[in-house]
């Protein structure tokens, strides 16, 4: 009867023991699945702020303007990246030369040593939208809003861009 108890206690003790380590176990997984979405979590929300970070740059859309070949510009920076929506002067019946885009990059670079690419169009819905955009920023619209609307649209304009 002493060893039936015993074996009993000892068998109990062992599946207890068993039962704990599955549980601890399981706890484990969980919290390793918690700090991986977390982590998660705070990656994406990292690059979703950083995508939605526009700003106008006036100071160098200035300086674009300031080139004889163009007419208006208007440039929105995000990240590292600019976007200069430009018109023409003149008769601008070709498209806008590789010579220009340099020197609108360069213009742009001059005022912001940050900037590593430099999108240039000269696409006259492009150039409304990117002024549509300048005015809502100014007028302290949420960028958050507008950054997947304009983040389409620099897809569509500028398939090259990433």
Known sequence: MQKRKLLTGAGLAISFLISAGCGMDNNA?????????????????????????MDIADDAA??????????????????????????????????????????VADQVRSTDRDINNVYVSENPDFFDRMKDYG????????????????????KRVFPQAK
Do not use: W
């Open 135 to 154: 005015d809502k920023i100014r007028s302290g619209e949420p960028v958050a809003g507008l950054g997947d609307e304009f983040n389409e649209m620099i």
């Open 62 to 103: 200035k300086k674009v303007a300031d080139l004889e070949e163009i007419k208006y510009a208007n440039v929105i920076v995000t990240n590292n990246n600019a976007y200069a929506a430009v018109v023409l002067e003149g008769d601008p019946k070709g498209k806008l030369s590789n010579e220009v885009k340099d020197k």
């Open 29 to 53: 997984r969980e919290n390793d699945n918690l700090m991986n979405n977390e982590l998660k979590n705070v990656t994406y929300d990292e690059q979703t702020n950083e995508q939605n970070q």
